[in-house]
């Protein structure tokens, strides 16, 4: 990661993009608002959204086709290993789409009408040919045939003809796709180990494995094995071990916070304990490390992989927060409960 000539470009451009990220005091300011029509006024006149946004389903899918967007941007100047690395920002949502496809089939089997993208990916999607017209699953495999999805579909598809278990189905998908993001990711300089990587990128997958390990076992009792398998991405052996004695806590909070300790370094625990007393909601936690690790990684400018990638974070998890808090206001809801970005800085 040190040296300068495959970075500096793209590390530039990413500086010249985080003008419609927002500060810490303007998501107090925008939670603060009323409804969820005056928010979108607000960010459209913040510059967050363009064009027209009729309404909240507009204002989160335009959120997260920022994600998209600058994920795009980066990559014109992007070679080799750091190249593939940003894309899995755009394959993540090939992945949404490729879920929502999924299930559709499954409700509907061989249902005349395919699925237009919830988020196109342009060129540098790994759907290429989209899923368009695509009504079963002989026909998607075909459509995914070289693309980052191709194996994990088809070991989880054989799965799938013995069981006709859709949650598994893309649960086995997804295990397959956030693995090789870590493998990309290992590839570029982060070491995704227990304890010792506390990159904003390294807090995002991790977070997104506990987050993963968590539901399987408090609310689906999934086996053992289908715990292992999705933290074997980022542990081994007595990390793993430890792991499971953890999910037997006594909460889901006390499970998130011991997973933390486990998996994170002792930076990202102090900060996660000194939030804990604030809010019992363990994706809450979560997300505040996602933030906190993510804003000071993208601090100034510096010329490396673990600078594109905070910057690319941060895009995602505003459009996570926005789609949350958007949605709040839309139910009514006090979105000032769900700000997660207090003294990020």
């Not at 928010?39 to 959120?63: C, D, K, M, Y």
């Not at 990559?75 to 690395?85: N, P």
């Not at 076992?217 to 499971?244: F, H, N, T």
């Amino acid at each position: 990661m040190t040296n300068l000539s495959p970075y500096a470009a793209p590390c530039v451009r990413a500086c010249a993009l985080r003008s419609t990220l927002l500060r810490p005091e303007e998501w107090r300011t925008l939670s603060a608002l009323g409804s969820s029509a005056a928010a979108i006024t607000w960010l459209q006149q913040r510059g967050v959204f363009s064009g027209n946004i009729p309404n909240v389903f507009a204002a989160e899918r335009a959120a997260h086709e920022a994600v998209i967007h600058d994920s795009t941007a980066l990559l014109r100047f992007a070679r080799g290993d750091v190249a593939e690395l940003l894309r899995f920002f755009v394959w993540h949502y090939d992945l949404l789409n490729l879920e929502s496809l999924i299930y559709r089939i499954h409700a509907m089997p061989e249902s005349d009408q395919g699925l237009e993208q919830l988020y196109p990916t342009g060129s540098v999607g790994a759907l290429r040919k989209g899923l368009s017209g695509v009504t079963n699953y002989a026909t998607l495999a075909r459509v995914l045939k070289g693309s980052v999805f191709a194996a994990p579909f088809a070991e989880a598809l054989l799965r799938y003809h013995d069981d006709e278990d859709v949650a598994q189905f893309v649960e086995r998908i997804e295990l397959g796709f956030f693995t090789l993001w870590v493998q990309a990711a290992k590839r570029c300089g982060f070491q995704l180990a227990p304890n010792v990587d506390g990159s904003a990128l390294a807090v995002f997958l991790v977070g997104r494995v506990i987050e993963t390990v968590v539901r399987l076992k408090r609310y689906r009792a999934a086996e053992s094995s289908r715990i292992v398998g999705w933290l074997s991405i980022v542990a081994k052996g007595a990390k793993i071990e430890a792991c499971l004695e953890a999910l037997d806590s006594d909460s889901d909070a006390a499970a998130v916070q011991a997973l933390v300790e486990i998996l994170l370094p002792l930076t990202m625990q102090k900060r996660l304990l000194s939030k804990a007393q604030q809010s019992a909601r363990p994706e809450a936690l979560l997300r505040r490390l996602v933030w906190l690790s993510a804003s000071k990684a993208n601090r100034g400018i510096v010329f490396n992989v673990d600078f594109l990638t905070s910057f690319l974070t941060l895009r995602v998890h505003q459009a996570r927060e926005l789609t949350m808090i958007l949605e709040a206001k839309d139910a009514g809801v006090d979105s000032e409960a769900l700000l997660c970005v207090e003294n990020a800085a």
